[in-house]
């Protein structure tokens, strides 16, 4: 435990955590969702997806013995709206809104994913990243991907809530809701995160092609292709001197033979007239 705690230390994104495991009080209303840590999750967001961090110890103040809890993600496209959208109704239930009734979150908030609460008291280690038969599992209990099912809207018995790939360059904002099963009500919620925006694909035009940003190995493995290249072209034309040249030889020879025998055919019917007589 120390040795994640330290760890904790070490990023930004995890100091609320160590508070929390320490023993000191957490309310969920005064957090919200926090992206993945870089060191955690590279090239985060990317075009269609964007990794969360899991709430950790946020809702701790609010579970109560022997009840079950679930915890829900919504999501939603930015807008001037988002901070007060609602995600539950009247009656403190949260809402059934999937990605395709919000057209993909921009016409209001969908659920987008459900798992259990994340064990406060007994986290995994993090020094397990840099063991590679334990990394994958260390960043499931640590990380949500949202946008990372790319079959579910074409499964009509799809079960659970579906959790398709976000638009690309378009900005989100995520909350976390604490559900007690049994109810079926909201019993804690964080705030809506701050913005957060997928990548956009780079245009061909914008691509840098300038020699300058090229790396060493790139110019030594383009050097080497220009020079087996130019070795192509040389034996290609030495070889097409020779099929050109070939043929003139061929016809030479050819005609002297056929002159030698043109004068012995004479000579052989002369002597054969003189026999005869």
């Known amino acids: 435990m120390w040795d994640s705690l330290q760890y904790l230390n070490m990023q930004g994104h995890w100091a609320v955590l160590t508070l929390c495991w320490l023993g000191q009080l957490c309310v969920a209303l005064n957090l919200r969702p926090q992206i993945a840590n870089p060191k955690l999750a590279t090239s985060n967001p990317t075009l269609t997806t964007i990794a969360l961090e ?10 109560s013995p022997g009840s079950s809890y679930e915890v829900y993600l919504y999501a939603m496209a930015d807008s001037e709206s ?19 009734d919000t057209n993909g979150g921009q016409l209001g908030p969908y659920r987008a994913a459900l798992f259990n609460v994340p064990n406060c008291a007994s986290p995994p280690m ?16 640590y990380l949500f991907r949202v946008g990372d099912d790319v079959t579910c809207l074409y499964d009509p018995n799809f079960p659970g809530a579906c959790n398709p790939p976000l638009a690309q360059d378009t900005t989100y904002r995520f909350k976390y809701l604490l559900v007690d099963v049994n109810a079926g009500v909201v019993k804690d919620q964080t705030l809506w995160s701050d913005p957060m925006k997928t990548r956009r694909v780079k245009q061909s035009s914008t691509i840098d092609t300038w020699p300058g940003r090229r790396s060493g190995g790139m ?5 080497i292709l220009s020079t087996l290249m130019f070795i192509l072209v040389a034996g290609f034309l030495v070889s097409l001197y020779f099929i050109v040249m070939a043929p003139e030889e061929a016809v030479t020879e050819t005609r002297h033979e056929s002159r030698t025998t043109e004068q012995g ?7 054969s007239e003189v026999g005869n007589q």
Not at 126 to 141: E, I, M, T
Not at 219 to 223: D, G, K, R
Not at 265 to 271: D, E, F
Request: hydrophobic letters at 35%.
């Open 265 to 271: 055919a004479p000579r052989s019917q002369g002597n």
């Open 126 to 141: 993090l020094a397990d990243v840099v063991n590679v038969k334990k990394v994958s599992d260390v960043l499931k209990q």
């Open 54 to 63: 899991k709430p950790f110890c946020m809702f701790d103040d609010s579970l």
């Open 82 to 100: 988002t901070v007060s959208s609602a995600v539950t109704d009247n009656s403190s239930k949260p809402l059934n809104t999937t990605f395709q």
């Open 219 to 223: 110019i030594v493995i383009t050097s």
